[in-house]
């Protein structure tokens, strides 16, 4: 069974730090685009950030830049979003999507992703 599962949500202060795993089972993400995605109460689904299956290569949108880092540990098969000087305004639920290609870049945020995870709900609040 080919899955993605997230982890590492919960609460946090303003200003904390939280990180974010996204973990395969069943197939090797290395040969896929990850994805992480959000989506607050009552808002519509946004990328965040991505990285490329052929170099490691990244991208972030604006909101997060200089605060969120992706990387990959591909002997664990594993997917991280490390999130700092987070704010309430990211208060979401937190998805990773896995996606046939080779790279990514701000576009690749609106295609049809192949899977997904169950969401890790984030909580910044004092």
């Known amino acids: 069974q080919l899955r993605l599962v997230e982890s590492g949500g919960g609460l946090v202060q303003p200003g904390g730090s939280l990180r974010l795993s996204c973990a395969g089972s069943g197939f090797n993400l290395d040969n896929y685009v990850i994805g992480w995605f959000r989506q607050a109460p009552g808002k519509e689904r946004k990328g965040i950030s991505c990285?490329?299956?052929?170099?490691?290569?990244?991208h972030y949108e604006d909101f997060v830049k200089d605060r969120f880092t992706i990387s990959r540990d591909s002997a664990k098969n594993t997917v991280y979003l490390q999130m700092h000087n987070l704010k309430p305004d990211d208060t979401a639920v937190y998805y990773c999507a896995a996606v046939r290609r080779y790279y990514c870049a701000g576009y690749v945020l609106f295609v049809d992703y192949d899977y997904w995870g169950q969401g890790a709900q984030v909580t910044v609040s004092s």
């Open positions: 990285i490329s299956s052929a170099d490691a290569s990244t």
